[in-house]
């Protein structure tokens, strides 16, 4: 479920958690928060991206999303919600894309930091469920429920549905499936079905609907074609801003 070696720093001498610090240090004892936690390659981030863990705050504070049918009755309002983004490996991200290069780590992650400029309850961590732990730890008073948010395609590879827990939680993001392959709603749902009593969300596992602008290889696609409409469509101005003027996508690039 998450990586069986994380470096455990202490949350105030972590500036990439300063934004979550802030909003926890708020909360009297005994509060219910969650920190959500979204890892992926972002190569590059879009506005899709971020708006996964908008919807996820705004659902589990209860200011939106209730009431409808895919949200279970059960699950609780809390009274914080913060969010942590984690860019995957240069190494994993360069072998997922190739032949087409990739945007390095330390650019992806200052992408995150530019589409989130405007929250002030999420930021980049190069160490997600570290920085959990972290925030545990500092923060022993409150009652931290960990949200993991996966696109349907990557929970059909790791079935986080198997392992959810009341501390350790899911949030599963609907897609159509990519062409040619069988790896969006329709096959997590049965996937799902396999495992449990039908595929329907619970407050330890949320199964969202599907959500549009979400695709760094639609993004990819855009930029390569020198397709501005869409690429504004996809990408927060700051990140296109980079992507037109350093980004390794533009029509110039070999």
């Known amino acids: ?22 909003k926890l240090s708020q909360l009297p004892a005994g509060s219910l928060a969650a920190v959500v936690t979204f890892q992926g390659s972002f190569c590059p981030v879009t506005r899709g991206h971020v708006m996964c863990v908008v919807r996820a705050r705004e659902l589990l504070l209860g200011v939106d999303h209730r009431g409808e049918p895919w949200v279970p009755p059960e699950l609780e309002r809390f009274a914080e919600v913060v969010a942590l983004m ?24 200052r992408l995150v930091d530019a589409a989130a400029e405007d929250f002030d309850w999420l ?21 931290l429920k960990h949200y993991i948010v996966d696109g349907a395609d990557a929970a059909l590879w790791t079935k986080p549905w198997r392992r959810v827990s009341d501390d350790c939680r899911s949030i599963l993001i ?24 039908g595929a329907a969300s619970t407050a330890w596992c949320l199964l ?47």
């Open 123 to 143: 930021h980049s961590h190069r160490q997600v469920y570290g920085a959990v732990d972290s925030l545990r730890e500092a923060f022993p008073e409150l009652r």
């Open 208 to 254: 969202c609907p599907e959500m549009s602008a979400i695709s760094s290889s639609a993004a990819r696609a855009a930029l390569l074609a020198e397709d501005r409409e869409a690429s504004e469509a996809l990408l927060h101005p700051k990140v296109l801003e980079w992507a037109l003027r350093d980004g390794p996508y533009r029509r110039c690039t070999p």
């Open 86 to 109: 984690g860019c995957n490996s240069e190494r994993h991200v360069g072998r997922k894309l190739a032949p087409l290069p990739a945007i390095s780590l330390e650019d992806r992650e």
């Open 174 to 197: 609907e897609r159509p499936a990519e062409e040619g392959k069988d790896n969006g709603t329709g096959a997590l749902r049965r996937a799902m079905a396999k495992d449990v009593a």
């Open 1 to 22: 479920w998450a990586p069986s070696q994380c470096v455990v720093r202490p949350a105030s001498e972590d500036a990439s958690l300063a934004k979550a610090v802030a």
